[in-house]
């Protein structure tokens, strides 16, 4: 069976929504320790969300051969780990935000990919 590109980026929006409701959720939690930590639960999974985006962008943007999806693949996920890299450090470094806040956001943000691709078999 092959999947089209369109069923794949539904599962793509889907995982990103689905991140960006864990970040306001997660944000509403930790609200209840302070602003400053529900700002970086939040901004934690924000940044999954947004890698996630722009990996979906650079593999689902059209048809081409095997090597040339590969490559787009690659790339996205460079570019995935470059950003929640970065905005990590800007977290941690710059803004000086919780950590555990900020690594719990990470998470929760990346068990949506687990739910999103469900195992069967």
Known sequence: ?????????????????????VAGGLALSFLLQGPR????????????????????WRTFRGLGSGGMTM?????????KWIVIGGGLVAILGQWKLPPLAAITGLV???????LAFRFKG
């Open 108 to 114: 929760a943000a990346y068990a949506i990919n687990l």
């Open 71 to 79: 490559w787009r693949v690659m790339s996205g996920m460079v570019l």
């Open 1 to 21: 069976m092959i999947n089209s590109l369109a069923s794949g980026r539904r599962l793509a929006l889907r995982i990103i929504l689905l991140q960006l409701a």
């Open 37 to 56: 930590q529900a700002l970086a639960a939040a901004a934690g999974a924000t940044l999954v969300a947004l890698g996630t985006a722009l990996l979906a």
